[in-house]
């Protein structure tokens, strides 16, 4: 039985994986900062586990507390909507942390387990932002393209070791709480003079026909965890299939 540890499991895409992986089999160490056992399947192959990928000594307790997986996937991540301009360099490290180095940290962790075995997959979930320019994402499009250039170089890296490196980029998901998780690191920085753009920028949202849902990321991240070719990226959701047909 395979093994699979997902970050950021206590809501959307997380959650839904943690889900997905452990209904096709799977043994799921379904991670997140506070642990609630409620949210998932009651089962011997359900562990859920408290972890914070900006936290070196919470990253080696996890790992240490359940040994060898197959399968990491670097879920979690923190969203920030507003002008740059006004964006507090505290904040873009905020997000930085988590969204970019945490991913790294995850990956440096597992990695002497994957090389010595000469086996193991790293998927790391990006976003369609990475695709094509966004207004008002400027901070958090940084922090996702640069795990896409990380995750290209290191899946070439690690080839000559059978460890394969896949994204994920999922598209706009009105469904999830991302958004509404991170009110409070985006309070102030939608204001005069960028306040007429931005109301703008999110009646275009709300009126979008193609969306995410939770399941195409799932579905996505199953596919990359299991495809054995030379494939890198794999789009989930209608909105960045359209856009990776477009490039």
């Not at 192959?45 to 990491?72: F, N, Q, W």
């Not at 640069?146 to 995750?151: E, K, L, M, P, V």
């Not at 000559?160 to 102030?188: C, D, H, I």
């Not at 030379?230 to 477009?246: E, K, S």
Request: aromatic content about 10%; glycine content about 6%.
């Amino acid at each position: 039985m395979k093994t699979v540890l997902i970050t950021g499991c206590s809501s959307g895409y997380g959650l839904e994986t943690a889900s997905y992986f452990h209904s096709q089999g799977w043994n799921v160490i379904a991670t997140m900062r506070t642990p609630r056992k409620d949210l998932l399947p009651r089962s011997s192959r359900m562990h859920v586990v408290s972890l914070d990928v900006t936290k070196p000594e919470s990253i080696a307790c996890a790992l240490e507390e359940y040994g060898s997986i197959d399968v990491l996937v670097n879920n979690a991540g923190v969203g920030l909507f507003g002008a740059f301009e006004v964006t507090p360099m505290a904040t873009v490290r905020e997000v930085f942390e988590t969204n970019t180095f945490g991913v790294m940290a995850m990956a440096q962790a597992v990695l002497p387990q994957f090389r010595t075995r000469e086996s193991g997959v790293i998927v790391n979930v990006t976003s369609n932002v990475t695709l094509a320019p966004f207004p008002l994402v400027a901070v958090y499009t940084a922090s996702k393209a640069a795990i896409d250039g990380f995750t290209a170089s290191l899946a070439f890296e690690l080839e000559a070791f059978n460890v394969r490196v896949k994204l994920v980029e999922p598209g706009y998901a009105p469904s999830t709480r991302f958004t509404e998780n991170g009110q409070q690191r985006m309070q102030g920085l939608i204001s005069e003079p960028y306040l007429p753009f931005a109301e703008g920028c999110f009646a275009s949202l709300a009126q979008r026909s193609t969306v995410t849902y939770e399941s195409d990321v799932a579905e996505a991240v199953w596919r990359a965890a299991n495809d054995e070719s030379g494939i890198l990226r794999f789009p989930a959701g209608a909105d960045t299939l359209a856009l990776a047909q477009a490039e």
